[in-house]
């Protein structure tokens, strides 16, 4: 399963399922997933919306609302010990102290009646015993680290006196400043301009290679994924259906959705010849009240058998380190 | 903040969840949606039901209750409650009962139409000032603020002391009074109702559905009345059913005041007045209207929460 | 694919000097008010049956500009000629006729449609409103085509939106804007709040109605992939301004202006192989209300040479066959 990394993964998610009871009936957003993340390895989580990603970054730190939701089945093994049984505040000590999570819309996300100074303060202050003092200290350190300029006079001002880039510096500030050792980014870059995205990523990487942690990088860019991470993990209706090293994933997609989802994607093309049409994928996610019987993806898989109707596919290693589940994989 | 739980992310995605999962399942409008949210609150359905079947009690009463309002009869003044007088008997000996189900009917009627002409005015109003671009609406906002500075008891009582007369001469006395009571107290409690209106119109009219029906080439009219209003009435008509509530408690207060309508006429507040006298030997004169204002108000009052939480515009989208 | 072919014939929409200005504050006690220069001095043209993409980051006016178009913003300034007429210059009868030539696709799928309207009265309101179906009969047999034409079925016209998906509503917008088969649809971001594997279904949907109609579309968008598939032609707009315009092929081979390299060269791209030299612009985006004096863009921009890109606004000017620079060290 990890190839690459010998020693036991840093987090295990196995067999997760999260179930939301609804009006309508009970929402299977996540049924059944597997994903391993290494020490300082980044592993991107690929899917479309409603593929349940989010849900499972959500589930790992225990952020469901629960009601609704709820974890049915499956483990979260970190560090070896399983999250999924921890109390309340035992859980709210594995929170920004060894993973932490930034999320797509750093407006919502900061409290908009204290500083930035503050809240990254008040972060380090639950994790450590250190004085205010000494907190703002390191906030002011953080915030340099993450570039942005004036930290000092900055560390005092309000989350609305940032741009959206800044603001998303400010939340990579405050989820690395307990140095963690999993960083779960859901659509960190989702919201912002193209030349921004580009600077989050890049810093990203900095601090990575600064800090060292391991990655979760949630997202539907795949060119994001192609670009920062080393391992993918493709979702599609709350299960994994793919699972590989990047490089051999957009080299060799096995899954006929990972395939089209890589094909519809338009390409700058700065060729000469004629254009090509979009190859889109027919239809519709299915819905998660009541999904297919079989294979998730057959009533769009201009591939499907009788065969893939009947039961859903399991995962299976083609190639080391290559994970399809398809029959025909 | 990383360390604590986002609210907002958490209950978005269980939001978005449910409503991907929805899907086609089967079609419904969002009335029905607002219907059976409303359903849920077992109160507000409670009170539904309540009110309902005093509507329905006093509709019918006539057929079922053939029992005279003004049948004085001394020899069975002051009774309490018996099988021939449910309710006991006044001071006249006129049966409690028959008076309070045809005094319910002018109750509920007042209470209805000073709401109609509060809503009416005040959406009118509203409307106008939060379409407007100009000076038009602030100005119809500092009129607004202007009537809701101005004492409305002493006010009432000013105008029905100086109209009274005038309208009694014109439509009869109960009609009279009933137009009087019913323009003074709606001409008094449309003001929140415009505030309500202009702030909906303010945040609706920047909608993009509003600007694809301009795009459409669609009149500011049809814009505000297919468009804007429409998705503007929810909390407008929470606030009705609040100004019911409170326009009985007027037209109560009013004839308990002995302002209100004439002294032969059975309004619920009339009934108190008359029994205010009497409440210790005939407490239960004045118990049963005073509870009937009292349930009333609270079943209106109930719906009208049930009615906000099922007409919240974000369950809908 | 050249720019010049086309521009023999007389464009279908041509837009000299657009500005708008946004007031912001003022009022009797208040200091004197913020202006935001949303969009300044823009001009194009686009020819009957094109795309031409318009592309920028926040901030940059661009769906300010698409809305000047239609007029459903007033422009402050500038002249916006549809065939020969100058759309600022018409009264509001004339407006609403143009309504039935150009028309627009919203960005959110969700915003843009109302949610107490039935799917089939939201796309037909433009026939009542032009009086384009007499009787009950054509109403329904033309709303029927309508969303045939897009892709949907002819039960859906009772449903209403919410029961639809982001895609699926993107469509009943699209036949919205088809009712009263205009020439020009302005397509303010019509894919971006969509999955990726749904863009595709709506962007092949839009070329196809193109082919089919002859529609002309003012394409805006931040996603340059998808501009780039899209477009015959290509703008680039920053804080206002329009700093390059060519066709979709050489603005993407051999980008003039420096902010459009780095535009292009920040898109992910989905090869983990290709290690390209990534332009990465410093700092953020100016504030629209305060931008800076002469090249907008000369505060992030790597070649600058003060201080010339500091106090002169650069002209859009020709350096080969239609593709059009606004810089002076590029020009």
Sequence with gaps: MQENVTAAPLLDIRGLKTHFATDDGMVRAVDGVDIAIGRGETVGVVGESGCGKTVTAMSVLKLIAMPPGRIVEGQILW??????????????????????????????????????????????????????????????????????????RRVHDYPHQFSGGMRQRVMIAMALSCDPQLLIADEPTTALDVTIQAQILELLQEMKSRFGMAIMLITHAMGVVAETAQRVVVMYAGKVI???????????????????????????????????????????????????????????????????????????????????????? | MAGSIPASASAETSAEIATAARGATRPFSPWLDAWRRFRRHRLAVASLVILAVMIAAILLAPLLWRVAINDIDFSAHLQGPSWPHPFGTDDLGQDVLARMLYGGRISLAVGLCAMVVALVVGTMIGAVAGMSRGWVGPALMWLTDLFLSLPQLPLLLLVIYLFR????????????????????????????????????????????????????????????????????????????????????????????????????????????????????????????????????????????????????????? | MNANAIATAEPLLRVTGLTKNFVIGGGLLARAPDVVHAVDNVSFAIWRGETLGLVGESGSGKSTTGRCVLRLIEPTAGKILFENSDVVQLNSDALRALRRDIQIIFQDPFASLNPRMTVGAIIGEAL????????????????????????????????????????????????????????????????????????????????????????????????????????????????????????????????????????????????????????????????????????????????????????????????????????????
């Design chain 2, 165 to 317: 007369d005038t309208l009694k001469a014109i439509f009869g006395v109960e009609g009279g009074v009933f137009i009087l009571i019913v323009v003074v107290i709606g001409g008094l409690r449309w003001m929140p109702v415009a505030r309500l209106v202009r702030a909906q119109f303010l945040s609706l009219r920047e909608k993009e559905f509003v600007e694809a029906a301009r795009a459409l080439g669609a009149s500011k009219l049809r814009q505000v009345v297919r468009h804007i209003l429409p998705n503007a009435l929810g909390p407008v008509i929470v606030a009705g059913t609040i100004d019911v509530a409170a326009a009985i408690i007027a037209e109560s207060t009013l004839s308990f005041l002995g302002l209100g309508f004439p002294p032969d006429v059975p309004t619920w507040g009339r009934i108190l007045y008359d029994a205010k006298d009497y409440l210790d030997i005939a407490p239960y004169w004045a118990i049963f209207p005073g509870a009937a204002i009292f349930l009333t108000v609270l079943s209106i009052n109930f719906i009208g929460d049930g009615l906000r939480d099922a007409l919240d515009p974000r369950g809908v989208t």
């Design chain 1, 242 to 329: 793919e699972e590989a090293p990047v490089a051999r994933l957009f080299a060799n997609p096995r899954h006929p959705y990972t395939q089209g989802l890589i094909r519809s994607i338009p390409r700058i093309d700065t060729g000469d010849g004629p254009k090509t049409r979009l190859e889109a994928i027919p239809g519709t996610v299915p819905s998660l009240l009541t999904p297919p019987p079989g294979c998730r993806f057959a009533p769009r898989c201009r591939y499907a058998m009788a065969i893939c109707r009947e039961a859903p596919p399991p995962l299976r290693e083609v190639e080391a380190g290559h994970r399809v589940a398809c029959v025909l994989g």
């Design chain 1, 79 to 152: 560090q070896g010990r399983d999250l999924v049984p921890l109390a309340g505040d035992e859980m709210d000590r594995v929170r920004a102290k060894e993973i932490a999570m930034v999320f797509q819309e750093p407006m919502t996300s900061l409290n908009p009646v204290y500083t930035v100074g503050e809240q990254i303060a008040e972060v380090i202050r639950r994790h450590e015993s250190v004085s205010r003092r000494a907190a703002m200290d390191r906030a002011v350190q953080m915030l340099r680290l993450v570039q942005i300029s004036n930290p000092e």
């Design chain 3, 128 to 331: 009542t409103i032009h009086k384009l179906a007499r009787k009950r009969r054509e109403f329904t047999e033309r709303v029927v085509e309508l969303l045939e034409i897009v892709g949907l079925q002819s039960d859906h016209m009772r449903r209403y939106p919410h029961e639809f998906s982001g895609g699926q509503r993107q469509r009943i917008g699209i036949a919205r804007a088809l009712a009263v088969e205009p020439k020009l649809i302005v397509c303010d971001e019509p894919v971006s709040a969509l999955d990726v594997s749904i863009q595709a279904q709506v962007i092949n949907l839009l070329e196809d109605l193109q082919q089919k109609f002859g529609l002309a579309y003012l394409f805006i968008a931040h996603d340059l992939s998808v501009v780039q598939h899209i477009s015959r032609r290509v703008a680039v707009m920053y804080l206002g301004r329009i700093v390059e315009i060519a066709s979709a092929h050489d603005l993407y081979a051999s980008p003039k202006h420096p902010y459009t390299e780095a535009l292009l060269s920040a898109v992910p791209v989905t090869d983990p192989e290709a290690r390209r030299q990534r332009i990465v612009l410093q700092g953020e985006v100016p504030s629209p209300m305060h931008p800076p004096t002469g090249c907008h863009f000369h505060t992030r921009c790597p070649i600058r040479k003060l201080p010339l890109c500091s106090s002169e606004i650069p002209q859009l000017k020709e350096t080969s066959n239609g593709h059009m620079v606004a810089c002076h060290l590029r020009s």
